[in-house]
């Protein structure tokens, strides 16, 4: 159980194309969505935190312009990055944590999407 | 804000030896989580700790978390090829679920 899907997984593209990222949780329903960037052998960034049906939290330095998040329902989350330009080529990756007890709940990866802008 | 130091960054060892991470806090923590992310793979939780001076086993990984809740451990006992990966800490911040990550501790196998 506990399965995150997210598309694509893996992009190239054109500087000043705008690309959109899935998130789904296929087997629970998810009330919050994590994005997050990690660039190479270095740990996980966190981007933003996605509610369903509220705006996203994004963290200091992360133009929320330019990383468009949207959490339409319990089971899906969009990341878009706007018109990407080189400097935006990372490995973007989500996770989703489950509606239920309360508390901490560990987070669902998804397997991450490598973005190169040419 | 909160933070964690995990330590050290690589370790490389020979199939056989043991492995250990640590991560440290300067607060005292409700829990920690540990996850592990194979090469080209994404994070994996693995387990999470709740209560001080807690040590939990899968297999041959021992997680035990301080008796103050501001430090924690993972152990790995007699590495083999498929523990190589980076291993993460990660503790909850204030709110919304949010996670504070680790550095990760790289394993490597020396061939």
């Known amino acids: 159980g506990a399965v995150v899907s997210q598309h694509p997984s893996w992009v190239i593209c054109k500087s000043g194309t705008s690309v959109k990222i899935e998130c789904r949780s296929l087997d629970f329903q998810a009330t919050t969505m994590f994005w997050y960037r990690q660039f190479p052998k270095q740990s996980l960034m966190l981007m933003a935190t996605s509610n369903e049906g509220s705006k996203a939290t994004y963290e200091q330095g992360v133009e929320k312009d330019k990383f468009l998040i949207n959490h339409a329902s319990l089971t899906l989350s969009t990341l878009t990055v706007t018109s990407a330009h080189p400097e935006d080529s990372s490995f973007y990756i989500c996770s989703a944590t489950a509606i239920g007890t309360g508390g901490n709940q560990p987070q669902h990866f998804g397997d991450g999407t490598r973005l190169s802008i040419l | 804000g909160q933070q964690v130091m995990q330590i050290p960054q690589y370790q490389h060892v020979q199939e056989g030896e043991d492995f250990t991470t640590y991560c440290n806090s300067s607060t005292t923590l409700s829990n920690i989580q540990w996850y592990k992310q194979r090469p080209g793979g994404h994070p994996v939780f693995l387990i999470q700790?709740?209560?001080s001076g807690e040590v939990k086993k899968q297999k041959r990984l021992t997680f035990q978390f301080g008796e103050a809740k501001k430090n924690s451990s993972l152990h790995i006992t007699a590495t083999q090829t498929t523990d190589v990966g980076t291993y993460f800490c990660a503790l909850e911040r204030d709110s919304n679920y949010q996670l504070i990550w680790g550095a990760g501790t790289k394993l490597i196998i020396k061939p």
């Open positions: 700790l709740v209560k």
